[in-house]
């Protein structure tokens, strides 16, 4: 079904032989740590991806979706608090549907009066005296909530489900909110549609920090359960043991003395643990990342995907042609951030703590962003291949500046000053990697490494 | 009586103020934006950094005056770092244009493309002021840090609220006055300002009538390094500098220029205060307001706060939001300077 052309069998080997390299200059854990973000990062490029180099649509919110994706984790595989419940609960759930009132009168509002001057006095008449009576309810739940045992919970917790559901969970939470954003901003025009994409995911973001009842806020939630086993479980484990065992059995024969084998055989266990867990990782998000992938190149290839193109090519005449573009371009900027709140789910789970105040903008939204446009906007490929290509630069910038200063400042004194102020700003080296990557690829190669394929059927 | 004054002091202090101080900041930054809109014909987001690194430069040369003993005694020192900091600006705003966009503009590339490259830029230009001065937060104003202090206020009044003035709420506002008085003038007087005019207006009809565009080009990269500038540094002073905050910036910024109508520099000028006040109006406190001028059976018992301070940066984009719905073109309708 799929077939890859030459140059693109050359990016997959390239991809697959940086962490090889890496594995054996820095050893298999760092290679497999970076490899795991790796494919996080391509599965968030091709959600991006698919609403940009398929249709056109612009999505500066990345952040914000992650962000719902990571909500999801917590809700999902933290365990309930019942006294929580209790002490809130019924008033979070007043306040839900007096919310939910109150949106419906605003909609029957907007369809019942005519007069535009009415309806605006209308609404804001309602939406005021709405907002105050919630608030009555709300503000009082919270605060019996954000109470209970504020130093180890404080909040409503979760389902207490396997934190893996949490993907699928994540993909809806994201979308929910991108079916509100693309509803009220997608009439835009592109660079508006980024900065208020870009000024709503803000907007998520500080509703996650500061709403301590639903997700604890800057306080973070730590400890969420995984889906892969324990090291320390492991390495009490016969079947892992004997498994080291067997792999490493010539090293281990060589070692005549008893307690010396049991010595070596020790630090491989505990090793081993640490990369079969990263491995297990690996694995789990190499699945999603072929399912997705698979389905997006289906997408891309069928009568949905031409149209997809159509409309971003010429949008007037897809109209003329009868495809509804408002529709289209709703559904592909939902279905894009769903792709992304699922990597922002799978993000949570890999680190196990869900930290809001950790999502910026230049990390999680301009770094996906570079990682579209330098990999190939509309092709599928080219969205990995960003994704790797970058988040690999992205980590290894350090050692790498680290060396270069260290070559060009061999002739001074180690106390110059010079180079004492290079060597410490080493971490900033990679912002300047990124943004010299992106003009350069911008400049010389616009449609990206691996461009997009014309189809001429 | 006196309730009703201490009420309008408590106001004054709290809300007017520091709003008309913020609102001048983001005016001038968002009259940036909307420079580069009008003429360049895309959103950059590179504006914030610009403004950070005219506000690096300045800071040095505050550090390196300052170590000269050159002063201007009861002043801030970064005012005669200021002009320095400026022509750094307006160079690194050339750069940045003949390296970078430049290229694209010959090419006549769509606008999304030059936001693009506007992000890389602003990577860049993020990279080379990190390496420079860190990421500290730095304070560096100097001189007198209060015209009047409240306690005076109250002392000279005999009123129970006290009314603050920090020198660099002055300055702010002295410069503000004076640079948009300037712009104006230099749009609406001048040969080469009526040309910036008919050349955001219809850049076609400009190049028939022997207008030079890269000339025109050449002058909105002048004044947006000094607007960019100017802004960046006033904020440093007026809270302090912290290179991480003006790409945080960037989007209130943003936000004043759309409320205004993009590409109109008077709206962006009013977007700016808008969105301050705003931002002010909806997370300020006002208990103490209302125990002033409501008798003391109807006292509020909360802190009578529509939002809490943390959603600040939010409510700069439900009020974007809002305008690009009821009316997308802004407060005075945008697209030509």
Not at chain 1, 138 to 167: K, Q
Not at chain 1, 287 to 294: E, H, K, L, S
Request: net charge positive.
């Amino acid at each position: 079904m799929m077939k890859f052309e030459r140059y693109e069998w050359v990016a997959i080997a390239i991809m697959i032989s940086l962490f090889i390299f890496v594995g054996f200059i820095q050893g298999w854990s760092v290679s497999l740590v970076i490899l795991n973000m790796c494919i996080i990062s391509a599965i968030m490029t091709m959600g991006v991806n698919i609403s940009w180099g398929y249709a056109g649509v612009i999505n500066f919110g990345v952040m914000g979706f992650l962000a719902m994706g990571g909500l999801a984790a917590v809700i999902v595989s933290y365990p309930p608090i019942t006294e929580s419940w209790k002490a809130g609960g019924t008033g979070i759930g007043i306040s839900f549907i007096l919310l939910v009132i109150l949106v419906t009168a605003v909609m029957y509002i907007n369809k019942a009066v005519t007069d535009k001057r009415n309806r605006y006095i209308f609404n804001t008449i309602v939406i005021i005296f709405g907002i105050l009576v919630i608030r009555y309810f709300y503000l009082n739940a919270t605060e019996s909530i954000e109470d209970v045992n504020p130093a180890i919970a404080g909040f409503l917790g979760g389902l207490g489900l396997p934190i893996i559901f949490s993907w699928i969970v994540g993909g809806f939470f994201a979308a929910g909110v991108a079916f509100i954003i693309g509803k009220v901003a997608l009439g835009l025009r592109s660079d508006y549609l980024a900065i208020v994409t870009l000024g709503i995911s803000e907007i998520v973001v500080s509703v996650l920090k500061h709403e301590e009842w639903l997700s604890r806020g800057v306080k973070n939630v730590i400890g969420l359960k995984r889906p892969v086993p324990y090291e320390i479980n492991l390495q009490n484990t016969d079947w892992f043991i004997n498994l080291i065992t067997y792999l490493n059995s010539s090293k281990l024969n060589n070692i005549v003395d008893v307690s010396d084998r049991q010595q070596v055989l020790n630090n491989l266990i505990i090793d081993g643990s640490g990369i079969f867990v990263k491995l297990s990782y690996a694995v789990l998000f190499l699945t999603v990342m072929f399912i997705i992938f698979y389905f997006a190149n289906k997408a891309q290839l069928s009568p949905w995907g031409r149209m997809m193109r159509a409309i971003r090519d010429n949008e007037t005449a897809a109209n003329a042609m009868g495809k509804d573009v408002v529709k289209q371009h709703l559904i592909i900027f939902v279905i894009g951030a769903a792709i992304v709140g699922v990597a922002g789910a799978m993000l949570v789970t890999l680190d196990g703590l869900f930290t809001p105040s950790g999502y910026r903008p230049l990390r999680f939204t301009f770094i996906i962003w570079i990682m579209v446009i330098v990999g190939g906007s509309g092709n599928n490929l080219g969205a990995i291949f960003g994704g790797f290509v970058i988040w690999f630069s992205w980590i290894e910038a350090a050692p790498l500046t680290t060396f270069i200063i260290n070559q060009l400042t061999a002739g001074l004194e180690p106390t110059n000053a010079l180079k004492l102020h290079l060597l410490d700003s080493v971490p900033y080296f990679r912002y300047l990697f990124m943004g010299l990557i992106l003009l350069l690829i911008l400049r010389y190669r616009p449609k990206g490494i691996i461009p997009e394929k014309v189809r001429h059927s | 009586m006196i309730d009703f004054l201490n009420s309008v002091i408590v106001l004054l202090n709290f809300i007017i103020i520091p709003g008309i101080t913020y609102g001048s900041q983001l005016a001038i930054g968002a009259l940036g934006v909307t420079f580069v809109y009008a003429i360049l014909r895309f959103a950059n987001f590179a504006h914030g950094e610009i403004m950070s690194f005219g506000a690096m430069i300045t800071i040095l040369f505050t550090w390196f005056f300052q170590s000269q003993n050159i002063g201007l005694g009861i002043l801030p020192t970064a005012l005669i770092a200021l002009p320095i900091g400026i022509l750094a600006t307006i160079i690194l705003c050339i750069i940045s244009d003949k390296f970078v966009f430049q290229y694209y503009r010959y090419q006549k590339s769509v606008p999304v493309v030059l936001a693009m490259v506007s992000i890389g830029v602003m990577f860049v230009i993020n990279a080379i002021i990190r390496i420079i001065i860190g990421t500290e937060t730095i304070k560096f104003s100097d001189g007198q840090k209060f015209i009047m202090k409240a306690k005076q206020f109250k002392i000279m009044t005999g009123l129970n609220e006290g009314l603050a003035l920090k020198s660099s709420q002055v300055i702010t506002i002295l410069i503000t006055i004076a640079l948009l008085t300037f712009t104006f003038w230099f749009l609406q007087k001048t040969k080469t300002g009526k040309s910036m005019r008919a050349f955001s207006d219809n850049e076609d009809l400009a190049l028939l009538s022997g207008i030079n565009p890269d000339r025109v080009v050449f002058i909105t990269w002048v004044i947006v390094g000094v607007l960019a500038c100017v802004a960046g540094t006033l904020y440093g002073l007026d809270k302090s500098y912290k290179p991480i905050i003006y790409l945080n910036l960037v989007l209130p910024i943003f936000a004043s220029a759309i409320v205004g109508g993009i590409g109109s520099p008077f709206g962006a000028v009013v977007g700016g205060y808008v969105i301050a006040f705003s931002e002010i109006m909806v997370t300020y406190a006002y208990k103490k307001f209302f125990v002033y001028i409501l008798p003391s059976s109807l006292e509020p018992s909360g802190l009578v706060q529509l939002l809490s301070t943390d959603y600040k940066f939010a409510v700069s984009f439900s009020i974007l939001v809002i305008v690009l719905l009821i009316r997308p073109s802004g407060i005075f309708k945008g697209r030509v300077l």
